[in-house]
């Protein structure tokens, strides 16, 4: 063949590659509607820039200041979003079908954001233990990939070291957890979920004392967490099978059978119930497990009891955020065609995780698995309202996931201010005369712990009662008597441990309460402030929820 002939070749192959038709098309990201996770993921880029190249001493400032800002930053793009009008009448699904921009997704990135930033205050503390070597310490190991109690520790701890990479896994960790409540598809969905769940393994295994104890939790929730992760995938390719698609929207027309175009490839199984049903069963628990409702709720104990405190407080709030507003969006709006199969399965889920959390609160005797089944109660009374299939249902979800957030992570803040010579004295033993002690500590504590117990006054109540009310309105008043009969069970031990703190006698060799840095005492009076203005006055936030309550489609 002449070279003419080649030279012709290339240039006919050019100018077809040149055709329009045949060009592949670039993706359309809405880079601005997108900007909350973006500069998250930014920020935790940036942050790991800074554990390799800025001086070890400088670190810890320079982390905690990113951190800080980048979540204000973001937060301030949740707001600008909404003032926009994009959790109303703007609401679409941006970033090719991948994200939903619209009320609930705005809205629980907020609150995950303002959580977030205000549990980071708590991993920043510096001031509980008494300094080592003449260096302050916080919560964290000094060298995480040291074996506890081997002679590199030792050199660590002598040396002053701190694991200042808690702040960048941490705001990978919230990327993940933005973006998986707004995710439009089950691709998005489960890469979302990976996102904010591999940091969270890391996290849980960094304890400074205890060290065991904390690395036994991350290695249980890593395994429980690779099972559930197992299910959803199955389900998300089991799904697929069904409808052809991986998109939310057209799942949810294949169920309703508003779709008349079916793919060949697929014309065997696209349709068949069999796979949407055991598919939907499986993608529901692989978010259950995440939202910790029984009967997959077994790795929260020890993971709450394991984890450092201020990544239990963190976890136990904006994750719980992330996953019920993922397990929203997939029954109200991929699934709401299949409503009569799933909401019986959901009744007797929501039924045994209320009773279930509450009368095994009863026997614990460390205040740190108290919390972890009080929070498997609390999951169980979201999910009356997430039954209620109603946009009051949806509002209630999205305020009660508000007002929650903040009293947990609260309580597990004045958690880390009761030490002994071991640490945190967590044993409720401990606890007793805390309050002739530490009068304030222990006011504050109660306070928490009569909003988990939905005492009128505190937000807990005005969550409840938004929850049981959209739950009654759907046609679930069972669940309402069976929410009330649990919340008599749970308040029995939150007020138990207020008698203890308040009506016993203080035992002579024990704990005292730490005086924290303006950080903790921040994060514990935001906590408080939450709580008792959205019990006294929550009218505003119920109005704000209930606008955001519809789901872009």
């Known amino acids: 063949m002449s070279a003419t002939a080649v030279h012709s070749l290339w ?78 009448t703007k609401a679409h699904i941006a970033a090719m079908g991948a994200i939903a921009v619209d009320g609930p997704a705005l809205f629980l990135q907020g609150t995950i954001l303002l959580a977030s930033m205000v549990a980071v205050f708590t991993f920043a503390e510096r001031r509980l233990d008494p300094a080592a070597h003449g260096s302050r310490i916080d919560s964290f190991a ?58 969270l393994y890391l996290l849980c295994a960094l304890a400074r004392r205890k060290r065991l104890m904390s690395q036994e939790a991350a290695v249980k929730y890593f395994l429980l967490g690779a099972f559930s992760s197992a299910f959803l995938l199955f389900g998300i390719a089991l799904m697929y099978g069904y409808a052809g698609s991986m998109s ?50 077994m790795w929260t104990p020890d993971v709450y009891q394991g984890a450092p405190t201020p990544i239990t407080g963190f976890m136990a709030a904006a994750t719980k955020v992330a996953a019920f507003g993922a397990l929203l969006r997939l029954l109200y709006v991929v699934l709401p065609g299949l409503a009569w199969d799933w909401r019986p399965v959901m009744w007797a889920v929501a039924i045994v995780t209320m009773l279930g959390g509450a009368i095994v609160a009863i026997t614990q005797t460390d205040i740190k698995r108290l919390l972890a089944y009080s929070s498997i109660a609390h999951a ?38 009761v030490r002994d010579a071991g640490g945190e004295a967590t044993h409720l033993s401990k606890w007793a005369g805390l309050g002739r002690r530490s009068p304030l500590v222990a006011a504050v504590f109660a306070v928490f712990l009569l909003a988990f117990a939905g005492i009128p006054l505190t937000s807990g109540f005005s969550g409840k009662f938004a929850v049981f009310k959209a739950a ?19 308040a029995f031990f939150y007020i138990r441990v207020i008698v203890l703190m308040f009506f016993s006698e203080p035992k002579a060799d024990g704990p005292t309460v730490a005086v924290p840095s303006p950080l903790t005492m921040t994060t514990i009076a935001v906590g408080v402030a939450v ?14 929820a209930g606008q955001a309550s519809v789901f872009a489609r």
């Open 11 to 88: 240039t006919t192959a050019a100018t077809a590659a040149a055709d329009p038709i045949d060009k592949i098309p670039a993706p359309q990201i809405e880079y601005a509607q997108l900007a909350p996770a973006l500069i998250v993921v930014g920020a935790a880029i940036v942050g790991v820039l800074v554990e390799a190249f800025v001086p070890r001493r400088a670190r810890y400032h320079a982390q905690v200041f990113l951190t800080v800002v980048a979540l204000a930053a973001a937060f301030a793009a949740v707001v600008g979003l909404a003032a926009g009008g994009y959790g109303t």
């Open 142 to 199: 000094a060298q995480a990939a040291s074996v506890p109690g081997s002679d590199s520790e030792k050199a660590a701890v002598k040396a002053g070291f701190t694991t200042t990479e808690v702040f960048p896994l941490a705001l990978f960790a919230i990327t993940g957890m933005l973006v998986f409540p707004a995710a439009n598809d089950l691709l998005t969905l489960f890469v979302a979920l990976e996102v904010f769940s591999l940091p």
């Open 248 to 297: 939310y929207a057209r799942i949810a027309d294949v169920v309703d059978g508003s779709v008349r175009t079916i793919d060949p490839a697929l014309a065997d199984t696209m349709g068949n119930d069999a796979l949407l049903l055991i598919g939907g069963a499986m993608i529901l628990t692989g978010l259950l497990f995440k939202v910790g409702a029984v009967p997959f709720h």
């Open 380 to 417: 169980g009374f979201i999910l009356a309202g997430v039954i209620a299939t109603t946009p009051e249902g949806v509002s209630s979800v999205l305020f009660y996931l508000g007002a929650y957030s903040f009293v947990t992570i609260g309580a597990f803040a004045v958690v880390t201010l």
């Open 472 to 490: 009654a309105e759907g046609g679930a008043g069972v669940l309402v008597v069976v929410g009330v009969i649990s919340s008599a069970i749970a």
């Open 531 to 544: 709580t008792l203005v959205l019990g006294v006055a929550p009218q505003y936030f119920l109005d704000l």
